[in-house]
Nanobody, 124 residues
């Protein structure tokens, strides 16, 4: 069973950048799409971005489009989320997830393995 471990979260000022990483164990990482989700206090978890198995196709939530970039390195079993121009509204726990299919999905039920999350806090 695959295990996912996020890293790279932290405290940053508004306008700053962070790069999240998601390291996967096991041999199934390269077979499926990957996604990033986030959950702010008192809110439901929401889709942030997803990338297809090959990395060719990417999808972003409107709230992060143009500021965040998702990527993956299948040789390293790692996915990334580069976050630029961060805003206080981006403050949340960020989770990576391994999909159950090769194409990107926006809904949680299409993902069957989750990391423990990494906290991102953006100060104003």
């Amino acid at each position: 069973q695959v295990q996912l471990v996020e890293s790279g979260g932290g405290l940053v000022e508004a306008g700053g950048s962070l790069r999240l990483s998601c390291a996967a164990s096991g041999r199934t990482f390269s077979l499926y799409a990957m996604g990033w989700f986030r959950q702010a206090p008192g809110k439901e978890r929401e889709f942030v971005s997803g990338i297809s198995r090959s990395g060719v196709s990417t999808v972003y939530a409107d709230s992060v489009k143009g500021r965040f970039t998702i990527s993956r390195d299948n040789a390293k079993n790692t996915a990334y989320l580069q976050m630029n121009s961060l805003k206080p509204d981006d403050t949340a726990a960020y989770y990576c997830a391994l999909g159950s299919r090769t194409t990107v999905a926006r809904t949680e039920r299409e993902y069957n393995a989750w990391g423990q999350g990494t906290q991102v806090t953006v100060s104003s």
